[in-house]
Structure formats: C-alpha cells, structure tokens
C-alpha cells in the first residue's frame, strides 16, 4: 500500500514523483467502472479513504486505473490478473492513525488536501468503514483470481 503502489507502479514501468499536493486525512475518493459490469469491489460512489502521502506515480502502461481522487488521481490501479496497488490506506486502525500523528505530525503542515489533528483522529466511523473497504477489494480480488483460474 501507498510506497508499494509506487514501486509496483516503477517496477511495471511507471514512474514515481512528488506530489504537487500533499494528501493527508480522510478524503473521498470515486469508483470508475472500468470493467462496466456493475460495481467495482461491490461499491460504487464516493469513499472515504485515508491518505497520508506526498508522492504519486504515473500509471503503467497496460494498468487500469479504478478509483481517483482530486488531488491524487493515482489511488488503485489493476495490471493483467494478479496485481493490485493501493495508494491509500485501508489497513488503518485507531493506532496506526495515533501512531502517524505522534511520530509524523510535521507532515500536517498547511495544504488544501492536509487535514488537521482533530480533523484525522476520533474517527471510528471512518476507520470501521476503512476496515470494511480493506475486506472487500481482498474479497474482490480473491474472487477475481479464483474466477480466472477455473
């Protein structure tokens, strides 16, 4: 997730670079139908994601982008059958979050996409509906896999 998103990204021949935005807190991001058969993951819309990143990356040739965001269009893309990158951060919980602020809270500094202390934490809501995300696309994928091996 995130810096893996970026790697896999080079490794596939993509390319990781700064930012222009800085993107950190709890930001909704959109579903893309890329494969026009339904929803995506089992969800449609806008979700609340957590961010906590500066650097993005181009997408590789032969990747499929399925979800963007202002800020950072680059959020999770597919390539072929078996690789899956995530930006974001689905794998967060309460201490995860408390544990970013306690040892990186100089990356809050000002930004259009940079949330404040209060604004990231308290959030059980968003980290219940995170933890709920995080199951569903590794339930997407398994079932994707499991599909195409048959």
């Not at 893996?4 to 909704?28: D, T």
Request: hydrophobic fraction near 40%; include cysteine; glycine fraction near 8%.
């Amino acid at each position: 997730m995130c810096f893996g998103a970026q790697i896999i990204a080079e490794l596939l021949g993509g390319k990781g670079s700064q930012s222009p935005l800085k993107e950190i807190g709890w930001h909704k991001f959109c579903s893309l139908d890329v494969f026009q058969t339904g929803t995506l993951f089992h969800i449609s819309g806008e979700i609340n994601t957590f961010q906590w990143h500066g650097d993005t990356f181009s997408l590789p040739k032969g990747a499929k982008r399925l979800f963007e965001i202002e800020a950072c269009p680059e959020q999770v893309f597919i390539y072929g059958d078996n690789v899956l990158a995530l930006q974001f951060h689905p794998e967060v919980n309460e201490g995860c979050v408390d544990s970013l602020i306690t040892n990186c809270i100089s990356d809050l500094a000002e930004g259009i996409y940079v949330q404040s202390e209060n604004q990231i934490c308290g959030r059980d809501d968003l980290i219940k509906s995170s933890s709920y995300l995080m199951f569903t696309i590794l339930d997407w994928f398994e079932e994707n896999i499991r599909s195409k091996a048959k």
